[in-house]
């Protein structure tokens, strides 16, 4: 099943994609894809609407993030071999965790807004996981895959001065406005044959930045949702980013930074694809 929400930004509906040109409407089912829709048992809930819904043809309505603002954005970092080697860092004993603010949170085609300040931009095309039930203390990573309401496509963006030259933080350059590009779909976990072996790309005015795939994750999601119910509880709706395969700009040599006009476009095998404009300060 392939979740959107599409309208203006917060008035959007809940719909299920059919087909490319396609959806059926299941807002009379539940009001939003939110804590609430996913703790009452999710995509689950929408068989019978799907089934019997009649399909309606998309007529250029905006594309929302696939999930309502959650309770939480967690981030994994470092999650590549090959992206900490361009970063020159090392490889994680276990997954390095760092939050985003859960307003970063936009669709997959709105702009991403580059920050007062900022001198670093950076792009990154990562895997979402989105959780499905109050998780913790969970036994197994079965327990984990269990607990796993879909994934979609995002666009972690980045200020790296602010990540990395002001005290350590790296929320800092994480959590500006427009920072989470999600979606354009929810895909539930059936719809997906292998989490680890999907192909991902971006590119930046047409140039091919990022090349590379899921198998060469260090921490796979069922490992990354385990591990995380160990520190915490995970809400139902929580969207955890798992990390970036190399090519940012940051590893560039010389680096490469966004600058407004640049256009941004990204992908997951399966999962869809995502389009952003850059755009200067406020």
Known sequence: MYLMRIGAPGAEKPVVRVDDGH???????????????????????????????RPQAFAGERVGPPIARPHQILCIGLNYSDHAAETGQAVPDEP???TKSPNTLVGPYDDVRIPRGSTKTDWEVELGIV???????????????????????????????????????????????????????????????????????LDVNGVRRQ??????????????VHHLSQFMVLEPGDLINTGTPPGVGMGHDPQLWLRPGDVMELGIDGLGGQRQRVVGPR
């Open 23 to 53: 959806y059926v409407d299941v807002s009379d089912v539940t009001p939003d894809f939110d804590e609430r829709f996913f703790a009452a048992g999710g995509p689950a809930l929408l068989a019978g609407k799907v089934a019997t819904g």
């Open 96 to 98: 390095i965790l760092f």
């Open 131 to 201: 959780i499905g039930r109050r998780t913790s203390y969970l036994d197994s990573v079965e327990q984990a895959a269990a607990a796993i309401a879909g994934y979609c496509v995002v666009n972690d963006v980045s200020e790296r001065a602010f990540q990395m030259e002001r005290g350590g933080q790296w929320s800092k350059g994480k959590s500006a406005e427009t920072f989470n590009p999600a979606g354009p779909w929810l895909v539930t976990p059936d719809e997906v044959a292998d989490v680890g072996n999907l192909g991902m790309w």
């Open 211 to 224: 090349t590379g795939t899921t198998k060469t994750m260090i921490f796979d999601p069922y490992f990354i």
